[in-house]
C-alpha cells in the first residue's frame, strides 16, 4: 500500500477526512472526524489542507460558453439560443430542473379537479317507504288547504265583490241614468 | 417549431457544461470551441432520437467522446496544451478576495494553480472529478455518462481529489487562504 502524506492515518480515515473536506460526509462520518481531529494534529491538519482545496474548487464555476461560437459558419444554420427564453423554453426548464415541484403542483390540479367533480356531484338520497307516504301526506294537506282557500276566495270574489262592489252599483248608476231619462 | 425550441432549450441549459467539460479536457480554447460547435450539431441531428430527461447523459456523454477522440487526434507535433488561455481563470469569482489587492493576487495564483493541477489529472480522474466539482453532476449521471459502475465513479473521484491533493502540496506549504 502506498504510504499516505500522514503514515499515521489510515486510508479509511482519509478517505472520510476528504468526504468531510468536500461536504459529501454523512453525520456520523463528520462526527469521528471532528472527534479524531480533536486529539490528532495531523489529522486536523489534513483536514484543513483538504478543505482548503476543496473551498476553491467549489468556487469554479463552469465555463461560460463564448457567443462567437454561434456565429461559425458549421452550426450558422442551427437555431440560435435566446437570450430570453420563451414561454416554451421556460416551461421546459422549468419541468426538467424542477421534475418534483412540477410533478407536485400537476398532480396537485389533478387531485383539486377530480376532488372537484366528486363533491360537486348531485346528491342522490334515498327514502324510506314511511317518508314518502308522510311526504305525499303532507303534499295532499298542502293542495287541500290551497283548494280551499282558491274555493274560499272564488265565493269571495262572486258573492261579496262581483255581486256588491262592482255589479250593485253599477246597477243604481243605471236606474239613475233610466230615472232621469224617463223624466226628461 | 417544437423542435427548433427543443433545440434551443438543450443548447441555453447544457452550452457552459459541454463548453466547460470540453475546456478542462482538452486543455485549449480553440478544440474545446469545436467540440463545442459538433456536439451541438449533433444534438440538432439527433434531437428527435432522446428524451429531454435523459438529454443530460446522452449530450455530456457525447462531449465526452468527442473530446477522447480530439485527445487520441492530438498526437501532432504542434503541442497546443501549453497554449492555455488568458480568459480560463476569468470565470473564478474574485469577489472571494474582496478589494485586498494581496488576498487577489494570492487568489488568483491559487485558482491557476488548481486549475492546473485538475488539468494534470488523468483523463480518467479528471473526467470524473469535471463532472462531479465543476458540472454538478450526481453519480448516477456521471455513471451513464462514462458508461461505468457508480462504485467506480465514487473511488475515481476520491482518487482524483488524492492526486488533486498531492499536486498543491508543494505549493499549499506557502499559502494562506
Known amino acids: 500500500m502506498k504510504p499516505t502524506k500522514s503514515s499515521d492515518i489510515s486510508n479509511k480515515m482519509i478517505e472520510k477526512i476528504i468526504s468531510v473536506a468536500y461536504n459529501d460526509a454523512n453525520v456520523f462520518e463528520r462526527a469521528v472526524v471532528y472527534l479524531a481531529s480533536l486529539n490528532n ?71 383539486l379537479i377530480i376532488a372537484t367533480v366528486i363533491f360537486n356531484r348531485p346528491v342522490e338520497r334515498r327514502f324510506t317507504d314511511h317518508e314518502i307516504q308522510l311526504a ?8 287541500q288547504l290551497i283548494g280551499n282557500i282558491m274555493n274560499e276566495t272564488q265565493q269571495t270574489l262572486k258573492n261579496e265583490i262581483l255581486t256588491d262592489r262592482i255589479a250593485k252599483p253599477i246597477h243604481e248608476g243605471i236606474e239613475i241614468v233610466n230615472t232621469l231619462l224617463k223624466e226628461k | 417549431m417544437l423542435k427548433q425550441e427543443r433545440y434551443r432549450f438543450l443548447i441555453q441549459q447544457y452550452k457552459n457544461k ?13 478544440d474545446a470551441d469545436d467540440v463545442t460547435q459538433e456536439v451541438m450539431i449533433r444534438i440538432w441531428e439527433n434531437i428527435d432520437k432522446f428524451n429531454l430527461l435523459a438529454a443530460k ?11 477522447i477522440d480530439y485527445l487520441r487526434r492530438r ?9 492555455i488561455d488568458d480568459e480560463f481563470e476569468d470565470t473564478f469569482s474574485i469577489n472571494a478576495a474582496g478589494d485586498n489587492p494581496y488576498l487577489t493576487t494570492h487568489m488568483n495564483m491559487m485558482v491557476s494553480k488548481v486549475k492546473e493541477a485538475i488539468e494534470r489529472l488523468p483523463e480518467n480522474l479528471k473526467s470524473i472529478f469535471v463532472l462531479f466539482e465543476i458540472n454538478g453532476m450526481k453519480y448516477r ?25 498531492e499536486e498543491l502540496k508543494d505549493y499549499e506549504a506557502h499559502e494562506v487562504i
Open chain 1, 41 to 111: 494534529n495531523r489529522i486536523k491538519s489534513e483536514l484543513e489542507s483538504y478543505r482548503r482545496t476543496a473551498r476553491l474548487v467549489h468556487t469554479f464555476s463552469e465555463e461560460v460558453c463564448p457567443d462567437k461560437i454561434f456565429a461559425n459558419s458549421k452550426i450558422n444554420n442551427l437555431p440560435k439560443p435566446e437570450i430570453r427564453g420563451s414561454f416554451i423554453t421556460d416551461l421546459f426548464s422549468l419541468v426538467l430542473n424542477k421534475p418534483i415541484a412540477s410533478a407536485f403542483a400537476s398532480l396537485t390540479v389533478v387531485l
Open chain 1, 136 to 143: 305525499d301526506k303532507q303534499t295532499k294537506y298542502a293542495l
Open chain 2, 18 to 30: 459541454i463548453y466547460s467539460y470540453s475546456r478542462y479536457m482538452l486543455k485549449n480554447k480553440m
Open chain 2, 57 to 67: 447523459t446522452w449530450i455530456m456523454k457525447t462531449t465526452n467522446n468527442l473530446c
Open chain 2, 75 to 83: 498526437t501532432v507535433v504542434f503541442n497546443r496544451e501549453h497554449e
Open chain 2, 141 to 165: 449521471e456521471i455513471s451513464k455518462t462514462l458508461d461505468l459502475p457508480i462504485n467506480t465513479v465514487k473511488v475515481y473521484l476520491l482518487r482524483a481529489r488524492k492526486k488533486l491533493q
